[in-house]
């Protein structure tokens, strides 16, 4: 039985979650109590010491980043909630931790209460929020990533383009260097979609100020600062343009 606490100051949305993990989750979740402020959650955390966390991302004027960076030890699992769908909300997925949505849906709860069952992983939920904490500060410039071993902290004008592997990405660097991180070309375009990229193929994503000169064609074709020439989709070229007219 995972054993968890939600944190969370908005009593409806409360009701909600709890009445669904009664309803839905009762044979996989023990819900221990609800806290409704940052102070009173990090009591919370250290006297029920939780598997799991119900955690909202704004908390009166504090957020769940804050309770979290007050922790000495984050022993648990964490699946936030939330009602933002703009860069919080991006990095918390590029950092691999659960999140719902709400209003919170019957079968998105019922599909992250099962993920956690198979893998309730607390070892490795420190790596994870040292992505997130770092992903978090938009105004940096700089995003974090992982690899095998270890992590890498980029500076987003040091990125040329981004290529897809099937489930992995490769991250071509003006000093040369080639990352390979298990992520898909998708999470870094959400992640970088603010810092002037642009996806100009299924299997490429470019930062527009590293081209070098664009080439005509039905699609056409641009070259990078690097000499790389990448192929731009015929469905994107409009797109494409555009941006490059607005640069």
Same mark, same amino acid.
């Given at each position: 039985?995972? +054993?968890?606490?939600?944190?969370?100051?908005?009593?409806?949305?409360?009701? +909600?979650?709890?009445?669904?993990?009664?309803?839905?989750? /009762?044979?996989?979740?023990?819900?221990?109590?609800?806290?409704?402020?940052?102070?009173?959650?990090?009591?919370?955390?250290?006297?029920?010491?939780?598997?799991?966390?119900?955690?909202?991302?704004?908390?009166? &004027?504090?957020?769940?980043?804050?309770?979290?960076?007050?922790? &000495?030890?984050?022993?648990?699992?964490?699946?936030?909630?939330?009602?933002?769908?703009?860069?919080?909300?991006?990095? $918390?997925?590029?950092?691999?931790?659960?999140?719902?949505?709400?209003?919170?849906?019957?079968?998105?709860? /019922?599909?992250?209460? @099962?993920?956690?069952? !198979? /893998?309730?992983?607390?070892?490795?939920?420190?790596?994870?929020?040292?992505?997130?904490?770092?992903?978090?500060?938009?105004?940096?410039?700089?995003?974090c990533v992982p690899d095998i071993n270890g992590l890498f902290f980029l500076n987003v004008s040091d990125i040329i383009r981004c290529q897809s592997d099937v489930n992995y990405t490769h991250i071509y660097l003006k000093d040369k260097q080639?990352?390979?991180?298990?992520?898909?070309?998708? *999470?870094? @375009? *959400?992640?970088?979609?603010?810092? =002037?990229?642009? +996806?100009? !193929? =299924?299997? =490429?994503?470019?930062?527009?100020?590293? $081209? %070098? =000169?664009?080439? /005509?064609?039905?699609?056409?074709?641009?070259?990078?600062?690097?000499?790389? @020439? $990448?192929?731009?989709?015929? +469905?994107?070229?409009?797109?494409?343009? %555009?941006?490059?007219? @607005?640069?």
């Amino acid at each position: 039985m995972i +054993r968890a606490i939600i944190i969370d100051d908005e009593q409806h949305c409360i009701n +909600r979650l709890s009445g669904l993990l009664i309803e839905h989750c /009762k044979d996989s979740i023990h819900l221990m109590d609800v806290f409704a402020s940052v102070e009173k959650g990090i009591i919370g955390i250290k006297k029920l010491q939780p598997d799991l966390i119900f955690l909202d991302v704004m908390i009166k &004027d504090k957020t769940g980043f804050d309770l979290l960076k007050e922790l &000495d030890e984050i022993n648990f699992a964490i699946i936030f909630t939330t009602a933002f769908e703009k860069f919080a909300l991006q990095a $918390i997925k590029f950092s691999a931790i659960d999140y719902l949505l709400k209003p919170i849906d019957e079968s998105d709860l /019922k599909l992250s209460v @099962e993920k956690l069952k !198979h /893998k309730l992983t607390k070892g490795d939920t420190s790596a994870k929020l040292d992505v997130l904490f770092n992903n978090m500060q938009s105004t940096s410039k700089r995003i974090c990533v992982p690899d095998i071993n270890g992590l890498f902290f980029l500076n987003v004008s040091d990125i040329i383009r981004c290529q897809s592997d099937v489930n992995y990405t490769h991250i071509y660097l003006k000093d040369k260097q080639k990352l390979t991180v298990a992520k898909t070309l998708k *999470e870094f @375009e *959400e992640m970088l979609v603010e810092y =002037n990229f642009f +996806r100009v !193929h =299924n299997s =490429n994503l470019i930062t527009l100020s590293h $081209i %070098k =000169n664009y080439v /005509k064609g039905k699609g056409g074709y641009v070259v990078m600062i690097d000499g790389a @020439e $990448i192929e731009v989709s015929t +469905r994107r070229k409009d797109d494409f343009l %555009k941006r490059l007219m @607005e640069m």
